[in-house]
């Protein structure tokens, strides 16, 4: 740092040296002292303002200079230098440090952006405006299958250009998006979703066994012990015969009755919404629930007539079976409308849910006679009026389904 300097220091020694050969030459001339002195008072300001004004000139640009270089080693990149005051060759030289220094960051970073790219395990591509290929990753040419070469265009290599880009061989069991970035380039990924959907088949098929083997054991165990009983005996006797069969006869309803409730929620026909009376509806249903059906709100409500009477039917017996040990019973229905949405509200004065993170799992039931459907099926009516259903149980007591579905435009 202090070679820096050294303009600074030879200018001032070199006055230094010119003032004491001066002085020494008006001595020999016989100049006083005293005037000497005078003569060297006024040489020592002009001389102090030149040492200055040059150590300024020096100081300022290698101190801005230190600043700014440190900045950039920080990597702190916001920093503004003001380059006013500087030398057009220090300029030059900052502007050239700042360019060494930021380059190598950005290549860094495009490196690192790239090896992340190619490390992922779905098919990467980026297309520029005019769908040349880019960038692609190991992965879009493994699942491909074919030669995916940097500068080949879209449609060459099999894409679709409609609507963004999509790829005919993965069009099952693929989602396919494409992003437009703001330059027009595009990035196109997509997703397998083979593997998601072979683990929910999976389970969905775990779950029809677990549950068909629950209900055909605890049917078919007990007729097998009471046949078994009954056979092991010499001669039949007809009361004791008549009693087996009447809850084999039982037994076997209720099977008949689990199948039957299956099939209705497999076999549930695509909605076909209109504007229903809602307190007819209730009056209908009044008739065959023992429960009371309470109506507040609209009138009208807009959904499929067959479909809203089956929901609000499993809705009021289960509110029924939830209530049978209360005085003055009842379930209360409210329908609203919010913006473009219908909004229906069903609740009662029961004791609530027992278990409401497992309410909508399928075959899932707290009663001892319950099958575990009536609550899918009110699931699969709301979702085929594109809605949705919550359950909750109110602070006050009692539980309440709250439902949601789009109306007309």
């Not at 030879?10 to 010119?18: A, K, P, Q, R």
């Not at 959907?197 to 083997?213: G, M, P």
């Not at 009447?246 to 549930?268: G, M």
């Amino acid at each position: 740092m202090q070679s820096l300097y050294l303009p600074l220091y030879f200018v001032i020694g070199f006055s230094c040296l010119t003032t004491v050969l001066v002085l020494s030459l008006l001595a020999f001339l016989g100049w006083s002292w005293l005037a000497i002195s005078t003569l060297l008072f006024f040489l020592s300001w002009p001389l102090a303002t030149l040492w200055y004004w040059l150590y300024l000139k020096i100081k300022l640009p290698l101190q801005q200079s230190i600043i700014y270089c440190q900045s950039l080693h920080e990597q702190a990149f916001g920093l503004q230098l003001q380059t006013k005051q500087l030398p057009p060759a220090y300029k030059t030289l900052l502007a050239e440090i700042r360019q060494l220094v930021t380059k190598p960051v950005k290549q860094d970073q495009d490196t690192l952006l790239t090896l992340v790219a190619q490390q992922l395990p779905f098919p990467l591509l980026v297309f520029d405006q005019n769908t040349q290929l880019l960038f692609v990753n190991l992965a879009a040419s493994h699942t491909l299958q074919q030669p995916l070469l940097t500068g080949s265009s879209a449609s060459s290599l099999g894409f679709i250009c409609s609507q963004g880009l999509h790829h005919p061989s993965l069009a099952n069991d693929w989602q396919q998006q494409c992003i437009q970035q703001p330059d027009g380039s595009l990035v196109y990924f997509a997703l397998d979703l083979r593997h998601p959907l072979y683990q929910q088949q999976k389970l969905s098929q775990q779950q029809l066994i677990r549950v068909l083997s629950h209900e055909l054991r605890n049917s078919l165990t007990p007729m097998a012990s009471m046949t078994e009983t009954l056979l092991s005996q010499p001669q039949l006797p007809e009361q004791q015969s008549r009693l087996v069969l009447s809850r084999i006869h039982a037994r076997s309803q209720r099977l008949l009755n689990f199948i039957d409730h299956y099939a209705q929620l497999q076999q549930l026909p695509a909605s076909k919404p209109e504007w229903c009376d809602l307190v007819d509806i209730l009056d209908e249903l009044q008739i065959t629930c023992t429960i009371i059906l309470q109506h507040s709100g609209e009138r009208y409500c807009y959904a499929d007539p067959d479909q809203l009477r089956q929901l609000l039917l499993n809705l009021a017996r289960n509110a029924a079976q939830a209530c049978q040990n209360q005085t003055a019973a009842y379930c209360k229905i409210t329908a609203y409308c919010q913006g473009q949405q219908q909004i229906l509200h069903v609740s009662d004065n029961g004791p609530g849910f027992a278990n409401i993170d497992n309410l909508f799992t399928p075959f899932y039931t707290t009663k001892a006679d319950g099958s575990g459907i009536g609550l899918m099926l009110c699931q699969e009516i709301v979702m085929q009026h594109s809605g949705s259903i919550e359950a909750r149980n109110l602070a006050t007591g009692g539980a309440e389904l709250v439902m949601r579905w789009p109306m007309p435009n």
